[in-house]
């Protein structure tokens, strides 16, 4: 089992497989090993947190896992305050570029106006030469030690000694606004999505190289397998689950290739003298474009648009496209589960409904429809405002912003007056 320390002593979050649900990341494990905090499979007992709901289950003690546990060894740097991370990443927009490759994706796929893709400081991470980059920016700062605890920057060692340079792959890089308009992140939507293995059950594996697609286009890998000590080297294909089941009906492994996440955040956790985007992760406040051209750092946006109601998805693009469209603040925040991430800042907004507009899709999963009665029950207790659901069918679009491009709007339902 792979673990990562936390910032609660004696916690370990999971970076292999979950002995509970099976996923990794997020879920947590005590140092005795004999309790999980899980994030996917409910139970009784639970404790909320700023990432979401996580739930207590026991370990047997005769079934702890035996495997060797390794715990990463992470020399982090605390984040920094807010206002420190807003001039480093406000330095750092100025020396890096929009490639024509994502300026014609933000364009032709996204619909945005050349206005509104150059307001809203959409960047391009490039794939080389990040520290030359990364000396500008210090050129701008006041010293070298400015870009200590800023998530993203990072120290690599080279033949000439240490040196400052950037993490994460190469891609789109989406700035994330506080209420102030001070950038406090950024997610990178990257280029090349890369693959990963799907195991469950008796088997171990890991990519070996990724190989030419198939005929329709699908992606393939070479992998290595090892089931019960045997070693195999297989070619798999993308979206074909392998699945192995004993004469007696019993399930054994299953393994399936798949696409990675597209959006990541840009951040330095595992690398020497980087530091985490997490404690607490970002949220994205996404007003009109047209707004933008007056909206002073640290200033309250509430004198550029009305935020007694306020909307909230998942993704940052997403936020910033239903904005334009439908001339509203949206708040973007990292997963249905996040919502207590909202709350400051609803709050310091006088915000007094909150629509939920999450993808269509997503609504119907049950992980889903449990975080929104979390949502609900949240609200209630800590707020005055009032909740709606905003929804509308799939066969419309899947997120609220392909619904808008299709010039249709979602049907807004109370779920808490
Ligand atoms: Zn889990």
Redesign the pocket.
């Given at each position: 089992m792979k673990l990562r320390r936390t910032r609660h002593e004696g916690w370990y979050e999971?970076m292999s497989a979950?002995p509970?649900?099976?996923?990794k990341g997020?879920?947590g494990i005590n140092k005795e090993m004999t309790i999980?905090h899980?994030?996917?499979?409910p139970s009784d007992q639970y404790r909320d947190t700023t990432i979401g709901r996580q739930y207590i289950h026991y370990l047997d003690p005769d079934r702890v896992p035996k495997t060797k546990v390794e715990i990463e060894i992470v020399r982090l740097v605390e984040k920094k305050p807010d206002f420190h991370l807003n001039r480093v990443y406000r330095a750092l927009m100025k020396e890096l570029g929009l490639s024509e490759f994502h300026l014609d994706h933000l364009r032709n796929e996204r619909h945005m106006s050349e206005e509104a893709i150059r307001l809203r400081e959409y960047r391009t991470m490039p794939d080389r030469d990040r520290y030359r980059v990364a000396k500008r920016v210090i050129s701008r700062l006041n010293d070298q030690d400015d870009l200590l605890g800023v998530p993203g920057f990072f120290v690599a060692e080279g033949t000439y000694g240490p040196y400052w340079t950037m993490a994460g792959e190469s891609g789109l890089m989406i700035p994330f606004r506080s209420i102030r308009n001070e950038i406090l992140g950024w997610q990178i939507r990257v280029d090349h999505v890369p693959l990963e293995l799907s195991l469950k059950g008796h088997i171990k594996g890991e990519i070996l190289e990724e190989v030419d697609p198939d005929e329709s286009g699908r992606r393939r890998a070479k992998c290595s397998l090892k089931v019960q000590d045997k070693r195999l080297e297989v070619i798999l294909t993308e979206k074909d689950k392998k699945e192995c089941y004993a004469k007696t009906g019993q399930f054994i492994f299953s393994v399936e290739l798949k696409q990675a996440q597209r959006y990541w955040w840009w951040s330095s956790s595992s690398k020497p003298n980087g530091s985490s985007i997490g404690s607490p992760l970002p949220y994205h406040l996404a007003l009109p474009y047209p707004c933008l051209k007056y909206w002073e750092v640290g200033e309250d946006p509430s004198a550029l648009i009305d935020c007694s109601e306020v909307w909230i998805t998942e993704g940052p693009i997403k936020a910033d496209i239903a904005a334009d469209r439908m001339v509203k603040p949206f708040l973007a925040i990292p997963g249905s589960g996040a919502f207590q991430l909202a709350l400051e800042p609803l709050l310091a907004l006088g915000c007094r409904h909150v629509v939920l507009a999450y993808d269509a899709d997503v609504v119907t999963t049950p992980e889903v429809q449990r975080s929104l009665e979390l949502c609900a029950q949240f609200f209630a207790d800590k707020t005055d405002m009032s909740l709606s659901l905003a929804m509308w069918d799939i066969s419309q679009g899947k997120g609220i912003d392909d619904l808008l491009a299709n010039e249709l709007v979602p049907q807004v339902s109370k779920i808490l007056d």
């Open positions: 999971i979950c509970i649900c099976g996923h997020w879920c999980v899980c994030m996917r499979v």
